[in-house]
């Protein structure tokens, strides 16, 4: 695997546990599109947690732009879903 993460559809407990329909995902995918995300101090560096259970280390400038960049995100989503039509990026 390339990364740590894993998620899945479906966890079934037979003669052992099996996972279906998984994919490994990386840390960008769960700071994006996981959960609440908070930034607390660590000596030098800053830590980014989402839902407070997965942490990652960061620099204070990164964390801060990663953190405004999810709420853009958060934002934007909805609207994107509600109104689909193509981006004028010109306008």
């Known amino acids: ?3 740590n993460w894993l998620i ?9 546990i099996y ?3 998984c994919t490994e995902v990386s840390p960008y995918c769960l700071l994006f599109f996981g959960g609440d995300i908070s930034i607390q101090k ?3 560096q800053e830590i980014i947690a989402v839902d407070e ?3 990652f280390q960061s620099p204070e400038r ?3 732009l990663v953190k405004g960049l999810r709420k853009e995100l958060d934002s934007l989503l909805p609207e994107k879903i509600e ?5 004028d990026w010109d306008a």
Request: no cysteine; glycine share 0%; net charge neutral.
């Open 1 to 3: 695997f390339h990364y």
């Open 8 to 16: 899945y559809h479906l966890k079934m407990r037979t003669s052992s």
């Open 19 to 21: 996972l279906y329909d």
């Open 42 to 44: 660590d000596k030098d």
């Open 53 to 55: 259970w997965f942490v």
């Open 62 to 64: 990164i964390a801060h």
């Open 83 to 87: 109104s689909p039509h193509p981006v």
